[in-house]
T-cell receptor, first 111, second 113 residues
Framework: AQSVTQPDIHITVSEGASLELRCNYS??????LFWYVQSPGQGLQLLLK??????LVQGIKGFEAEFKRSQSSFNLRKPSVHWSDAAEYFC?????????FGKGTLLTVNP | DAMVIQNPRYQVTQFGKPVTLSCSQT?????MYWYQQKSSQAPKLLFH???????NEADTPDNFQSRRPNTSFCFLDIRSPGLGDAAMYLC????????????FGSGTRLTVV
């Protein structure tokens, strides 16, 4: 069965600092991988996805993620964080038209 | 704009009183999903419809039911809500062909009193 691990429950960064959110997955075949962001009381918005091809994918809001098969990882990065990036971030793996989510990482941004 | 709409955004219901949450979509996607997300937890899939075919997750309680009268609408029925059913309920859609992930609605926050 597929699974997703987000090792960091809560991360705090200063505005303007770089960010990396970790995600490890378990899946037998080539995975479909996603990052979603959720602001308080809102639904989930897709940041980016990886299906195949270039292992560095660009998303919205200046985010990018790198797929590393050897490490079973799909870490999310942003070079300079803005206060509006404060939210919860979910990594997910998809198969058979279903998504399995990690438990999320809550991002706090200090001014 | 094509989208997924959930109504209401906030729902308060009494313990044991049946409640229905609704979801509509203008994307013409053939798959619709219901997820339950409790506070500070990952969304958990309850069930999904592939066209008219209903697919229940093995661990979804019998208290939760769903209806999909047509392509555009899908309903989540909770027959006898308990305090433990208080959560955010997220509807999502996807297209089977050329699967591209989900499009989520904004969710319905259910409070049970």
């Amino acid at each position: 069965a597929q699974s997703v691990t987000q090792p960091d429950i809560h991360i705090t960064v200063s505005e303007g600092a770089s960010l990396e959110l970790r995600c490890n997955y378990s899946y037998g075949a080539t995975p479909y991988l996603f990052w979603y962001v959720q602001s308080p009381g809102q639904g989930l918005q897709l940041l980016l996805k990886y299906f195949s091809g270039d292992t560095l994918v660009q998303g919205i809001k200046g985010f990018e993620a790198e797929f590393k098969r050897s490490q079973s990882s799909f870490n999310l990065r942003k070079p300079s964080v803005h206060w509006s990036d404060a939210a919860e971030y979910f990594c997910a793996v998809g198969s058979n038209y279903k998504l399995t989510f990690g438990k999320g990482t809550l991002l706090t941004v200090n001014p | 704009d094509a989208m997924v709409i959930q109504n209401p955004r906030y729902q308060v219901t009494q313990f044991g009183k049946p409640v229905t949450l609704s979801c509509s979509q203008t994307l013409n996607h053939n798959v619709m999903y219901w997820y339950q997300q409790k506070s500070s937890q990952a969304p958990k899939l309850l069930f999904h419809y592939y066209d008219k075919d209903f697919n229940n997750e093995a661990d979804t309680p019998d208290n939760f039911q769903s209806r999909r009268p047509n392509t555009s609408f899908c309903f989540l029925d909770i027959r006898s809500p308990g305090l433990g059913d208080a959560a955010m309920y997220l509807c999502a859609t996807s297209r089977e062909e050329g699967w591209n992930g989900y499009t989520f609605g904004s969710g319905t926050r259910l409070t049970v009193v």
